[in-house]
């Protein structure tokens, strides 16, 4: 790489780094004199009961003054996970690539640009971001408004903990440890099932220029619980490439792995690519995993079907 193509390099990163990195229940009325109280009205009103309350979060903080009732949401797996644990009923509005489930309250809001004066028009009790775009967490909290900043995870562990984390601020604390726990459950069958694959390697394809993940990513940590590693660990530049290093396709045939996953990708067309036939991933037939790219680059809750379709794929290698 020359000089003069090293500063856009490393802009391209940094954007891949962020554009990956973005990629309710209220309170029943009570029942009538003599009557009898439904659960789900009886468990709303211990969990309204138990604020206010201080949810710690990394270094922070977060004082949630009563359980919240319109919830903004800047980032797709918050509100994947929100939904997950029973909280859509006490969501206003979430950003507008969150796309998952299909009920949520999908907005204009941009979590890549926040607009800080549209999300305190909405009058919320409560914000979850993913990533402190335009300083959203600063703003928001000087506008005292209960901001919550829970970024990607490192690994599968941070998942799990994240989602017990949204239930504590939402007061969704006994369903979020139930969804964790059979999340966990979950990744961990997936695994077992794929223990007999004989794939060691693999390159994963962010996109059609070559930018992959190293083992030391989100992604990459699932991989590992499969015994995966990838070839871009030991890519030229890969320790300042901040996990996302761009291979060349030589550097690619020449490590040769056992797969290639393509979350959102084309197999056919990859296998197409001129010289590419003698990559041990091409020419098994079921060597190239193409996964649902929006399982592929978030976390939460779903993080178990990624695994499943992972253990999948990887069961019918040869």
Not at 43 to 62: E, L, M, W
């Amino acid at each position: 790489m020359t000089s003069r193509t090293r500063p856009l390099a490393t802009a391209l990163v940094a954007a891949l780094v962020g554009l990956l990195a973005l990629v309710g229940c209220s309170a029943g009325t009570p029942a009538p004199p003599g009557g009898p109280t439904s659960p789900s009205i009886a468990a709303s009103a211990v969990n309204a009961a138990s604020f206010p309350r201080d949810v710690k979060i990394g270094d922070t903080t977060v004082h949630v003054a009563q359980q919240p009732n319109s919830i903004v949401i800047l980032g797709p797996a918050l509100t994947e996970t929100v939904y997950a644990i029973g909280a859509g009923e006490q969501v206003k509005a979430v950003d507008k690539l969150s796309n998952y489930p299909a009920e949520a309250k999908k907005s204009d809001l941009d979590a890549f640009s926040p607009n800080v004066e549209a999300i305190a028009g909405m009058s919320p009790d409560l914000v979850l971001v993913s990533s402190d775009q335009g300083d959203i967490v600063k703003k928001l909290t000087a506008l005292k408004i209960p901001v919550a900043l829970l970024t990607a995870p490192v690994d599968l562990d941070g998942v799990y903990a994240q989602i017990e984390q949204i239930g504590e601020l939402t007061g969704n604390d006994a369903k979020a440890s139930e969804v964790a726990a059979t999340t966990k459950s979950r990744v961990e069958a997936a695994v077992a099932l794929a223990q007999g694959t004989t794939a060691k390697t693999y390159y994963w394809e962010v996109d059609s220029t070559f930018f992959s993940i190293t083992s030391e990513t989100f992604a990459g940590t699932v991989l590992g619980q499969f015994g995966l590693t990838s070839i871009a660990d030991k890519a030229p530049g890969a320790d300042k490439s901040y996990g996302y290093p761009q291979l060349s396709a030589e550097f690619i045939l020449d490590a040769d792995p056992d797969v290639i996953f393509a979350p959102g990708g084309d197999a056919a067309a990859i296998r197409r690519r001129s010289g590419w036939d003698v990559v041990r991933a091409v020419k098994d037939e079921a060597g190239i995993i193409v996964l649902d790219n929006d399982l592929a680059s978030r976390w939460g809750p779903r993080v178990a079907d990624l695994a499943e379709s992972i253990a999948a794929g990887l069961a019918k290698i040869k």
